[in-house]
């Protein structure tokens, strides 16, 4: 891939588009919230020196670094001496500067880093109205570029993947290197560390305009569940999102729902309906909101709060799955008229849909309409004519209203769908020979 300029993005949408326009091949991402920063690793910013000193200055550093750790008796783990490379994954999991640059495997995830604050730039600039851009570093994972690190190669020494000297006129060799020790934040961020040189060239890359991070980072929670809690799950993570330097924010409308799904996970449903409370507060147009509040509702048997959601949400989305969803949450709340309302409802909105007949016609079984469920149940074969259920069932309406030939052949045409040693099987022939038994003393 040519190196070109890189392109300019203000959604998520585009920078998905952006992203399958790289065409076949294995990526690896990093996003920064300055356009301005290269692919370069912490450690070399720190030194002042330049040119011919830089080299050895960054090395150093990450030499002392892990010098210094051992002293302090952090080089160990679970009674197992560290390698070089591991005590530097552990010093960058917390905050060091290493000789190590974070990438990962999800763009998305580099697209959330890119659209974060630049602190650095925040505190150093005095022109607050423009803040910068941010950049998706992209490079194309190519084992001749990127040398795997494997578990023979975690034993060397730092030296030895920064040496001193190497062939005139050459790149230096650069590592991947996917540590085996996966904590959860490695894990949730898909990290992976490259390293061998202070710094390296990007295949692509992508801009993000400043004016639409904020937009962007509420689309990645939206689609792809993409926030902070989720890519810092460990505490010290959960610390750092919540120390002095960092801006409250107020919780937003997934926060809550969250929250509340939480709680009615555990049958805390008074504490579930407080936070489905002000996720509706805050998200008044999101019909889920409703639906798994009526939910709740319906647990602590506030049959009629729930019924009011449902036809909220409805009232919001009035697509076939929302009254279906309203459908089989009154069937529980056994408001079997109302559920009926609500399946024909899907029917008039979408006709061939493959199950609300038959989810109809239960309901008007419950109510003794039989004739009613039957013709339901007719309509739903005309759609599925292999469902060995709906056979069953009409098989058995027919054997409560009489019709016994009509049961046999239902109960027959159901057993053309079984195997011989299927668990329904004895049952369907059970009720054949039942049916035939009262035919007989019938006639």
Not at 25 to 46: D, K
Not at 291 to 297: E, I, N, P, S
Request: hydrophobic letters at 35%; one cysteine or more.
């Amino acid at each position: 891939m040519n190196k070109k300029e890189p392109t300019r993005i203000s959604s998520l949408s585009e920078f998905i588009k952006w992203v399958k326009q790289l065409g076949s091949g294995n990526y690896l991402f990093r996003g920064v919230p300055n356009a301005e920063y290269r692919i370069q690793a912490s450690a070399f910013r720190r030194p002042k020196e330049e040119n011919v000193r830089s080299f050895e200055k960054f090395l150093q550093i990450n030499r002392d670094l892990i010098i210094d750790a051992r002293l302090r008796g952090h080089g160990e783990r679970d009674g197992r001496e560290l390698g070089d490379l591991e005590i530097l994954a552990q010093l960058q999991h917390f905050g060091a500067a290493t000789c190590l640059i974070d990438f990962t495997r999800n763009a998305q995830v580099a697209l959330y880093f890119a659209c974060e604050k630049d602190l650095k730039w925040e505190k150093k600039s005095q022109d607050s109205e423009n803040p910068p851009d941010g950049k998706v570093h992209v490079v194309r994972n190519d084992p001749l570029r990127f040398k795997k690190v494997t578990p023979d190669l975690l034993k060397e020494k730092i030296d030895y993947f920064f040496p001193r000297f190497h062939p005139y006129g050459r790149d230096r060799q650069l590592y991947r290197w996917e540590p085996g020790y996966q904590n959860n934040r490695i894990i949730a961020q898909q990290s992976i560390f490259i390293f061998g040189d202070y710094e390296f060239d990007e295949n692509d890359a992508c801009i993000v305009e400043e004016n639409c991070k904020e937009d962007i980072l509420i689309a990645l929670e939206r689609v792809s569940g993409i926030t902070p809690a989720i890519l810092y799950p460990d505490f010290d993570g959960f610390a750092r999102l919540h120390r002095e330097g960092e801006p409250y924010t107020e919780l937003s409308a997934s926060d809550y729902f969250r929250r509340a799904e939480r709680a009615y996970s555990e049958a805390q449903y008074e504490e579930a309906i407080l936070n489905y409370d002000k996720a509706v507060e805050l998200d008044p147009q999101d019909s889920e909101t409703y639906l798994w509040r009526a939910l709740a509702k319906q647990a602590l048997g506030r049959n009629n709060d729930a019924i009011d959601d449902l036809n909220k949400m409805v009232e919001i989305d009035s697509s076939p799955h929302a009254f279906e969803m309203q459908g089989k949450t009154l069937s529980h709340m056994k408001e079997y008229q109302k559920a009926i309302a609500a399946f024909s409802k899907v029917i008039e909105l979408a006709p061939d849909h493959p199950f609300c007949y038959i989810r109809r016609a239960i309901e008007k079984l419950k109510l003794r309409q039989y004739q009613e469920a039957i013709n339901d149940i007719d309509q739903h074969l005309q759609i599925e004519p292999d469902d060995f259920y709906a056979y069953r069932l009409r098989g058995k309406v027919n054997e409560d209203l009489e019709n016994l030939d009509e049961a046999k052949r239902d109960f027959q045409k159901a057993l053309t769908f079984l195997s011989p040693n299927a668990r329904s099987t004895g049952e369907i022939k059970s009720n054949i020979q039942r049916i035939e038994k009262r035919i007989v003393e019938k006639n």
